[in-house]
């Protein structure tokens, strides 16, 4: 079986990542709840996420308007 490059890179990171909290879940788990606390009234994205935003046109593809025109 052939070594994938980024899957042995993921699995390096992630055991890094494991000692780093002394293979404690709740520990990993209690860091990232608490950097989430820190950081929730931080803006993800400037713009709004597509399942927000409202269109007037109709679902699906539209032709240009222009090529209608005779």
């Known amino acids: 079986m052939l070594k994938d490059e ?13 000692e780093q909290y002394e293979h404690d879940v709740t520990r990993f788990l209690n860091h990232y ?7 929730q009234q931080r ?6 996420p597509k399942h927000q ?8 593809r539209t032709e240009d308007k222009k ?3 005779r």
Do not use: C, F, M, W
């Open 43 to 48: 803006p993800i994205s400037k713009t709004t």
């Open 53 to 60: 935003q409202t269109h007037n046109e109709p679902v699906g």
């Open 6 to 18: 980024a899957i042995e890179e993921i699995r390096t990171v992630r055991e890094q990542i494991s």
């Open 33 to 39: 709840r608490e950097l989430d606390k820190k950081y």
């Open 67 to 69: 090529s209608n025109i």
